[in-house]
């Protein structure tokens, strides 16, 4: 009797709860939707303005060749921890391509990384160009919206346009069980993902820092202020206070539950 060919794994697959034996076909899952990501033009406002400072070009930066593309999610492939951030820097991920890489020395990626690396969930504290040998581990970081937006004020159908993308990832991460959405537009496409996939929380989850809500589809939603510059240079954000968001996404993922915030 000839054996049975193996059912094929796609983001539509995972997301009807469908979980690849083998991981090697989750890397797979991911490099589709990867590609997906990187050729979409859904929002012409925004790829001209990506496009348009990839010609321009900021004066430190004018020998480099920028991405110009829409930013795939980056990560272990095997993760629980799914971080969520807003967009692309014009000059940081929009030159680069990595997410939260090359926006500068303090920038909000070497916050982010620090922070992660503190908590072991990166091998180091700084993320500068895609070959700085910058992995994580048991994380991966997506955003709301893939491509740097004027201002960095997408709009709401803008949001909505991208929302797919972080779905599909999603469902290529079935290992995921803490969430840290960065800034409440990550909070809040997070939430409309939710709703979109029929998940009902009642009370609706409010945003704020170190905010935690375990939620009815198992996984864990923790608020976390936006490691901007703005934030981090008028101390809104500290360190201390990034430590404790994922010392909390430890405590979730580890044996001990995860209790909802009370404090507001």
């Not at 014009?90 to 303090?106: E, K, L, M, P």
């Not at 800034?183 to 945003?207: M, N, T």
Request: proline share 9%; glycine share 8%.
């Amino acid at each position: 009797m000839p054996r049975a060919r193996p059912k094929p794994v796609t983001p539509r697959s995972v997301a009807r709860g469908f979980e690849p034996r083998d991981r090697g076909l989750e890397r797979a899952a991911l490099q589709d939707i990867r590609d997906a990501i990187v050729s979409c033009e859904r929002c012409p406002r925004l790829r001209e303005y990506c496009q348009r400072i990839g010609r321009e070009k900021r004066r430190a930066f004018q020998d480099a060749i920028y991405w110009a593309r829409p930013v795939p999610g980056f990560g272990d492939p095997h993760a629980r921890l799914l971080i969520i951030g807003l967009a692309p820097a014009a000059h940081g991920a929009n030159r680069t391509g990595r997410v939260f890489t090359g926006d500068g020395v303090g920038g909000s990626g070497d916050f982010l990384m620090s922070a992660l690396h503190r908590a072991g969930f990166a091998n180091m504290p700084t993320s500068r160009h895609v070959d700085d040998g910058l992995t994580l581990r048991d994380a991966f970081i997506a955003a709301a919206v893939r491509c740097a937006p004027p201002d960095n004020k997408p709009t709401p159908e803008e949001i909505a346009n991208c929302l797919p993308h972080l779905d599909a990832e999603l469902a290529a991460l079935p290992r995921v069980r803490v969430v840290v959405a960065l800034g409440k537009i990550s909070f809040d496409a997070y939430r409309r993902l939710l709703k979109q996939r029929g998940v009902v929380v009642r009370p609706q989850p409010e945003f704020g820092h170190a905010s935690v809500q375990p939620l009815p589809n198992g996984q864990t939603l923790i608020g976390c202020y936006h490691p901007s510059r703005q934030n981090t240079n008028t101390g809104k954000l500290t360190a201390r206070m990034m430590d404790e968001v994922f010392a909390k996404a430890r405590q979730c993922l580890g044996p001990a539950s995860c209790r909802p915030d009370r404090r507001r």
